[in-house]
């Protein structure tokens, strides 16, 4: 889940994904994440800014107009893994005013996600 070159894998919405920087996965990573956000199409990079290995990962991306954050968690369950994915989306500046409407078609894009994760886990 930390090598988020494998989004378009289980993300309907990703279209591509690539990590950018060199070496082993892990705090400071990066990924070019193209993805297709309602209407529109952005290509964002992300950074991995918390990593501990099968725990654990939390990545950032810069738009614009808002803040992207997602929290990966692993938790052991007898011979299984429960994994928690949140995405949260903070808007700046007069993007806040979107907020509402932008919600909304986040949510929908997380409800498509959440379905492919679940067929590829």
Do not use: C
Request: net charge negative; glycine share 8%.
């Amino acid at each position: 889940m930390a090598d988020f070159a494998h989004a378009a894998a289980w993300d309907p919405s990703v279209l591509e994904a690539r990590q950018t920087s060199d070496g082993p996965i892990g705090v400071g990573s990066t990924f070019e994440v193209v993805t297709k956000f309602g209407p529109r199409v952005l290509s964002l990079t992300y950074r991995i800014s918390r990593h501990e290995p099968d725990v654990v990962v939390v990545l950032e991306a810069h738009g614009g107009s808002f803040v992207s954050t997602d929290t990966i968690t692993v938790e052991p369950v007898g011979e299984r893994s429960l994994v928690t994915y949140d995405a949260r989306l903070d808007f700046r500046g007069a993007a806040r005013l979107a907020d509402p409407l932008m919600q909304v078609v986040f949510n929908r894009v997380g409800r498509k996600a959440e379905a492919r994760l679940r067929e590829v886990l």
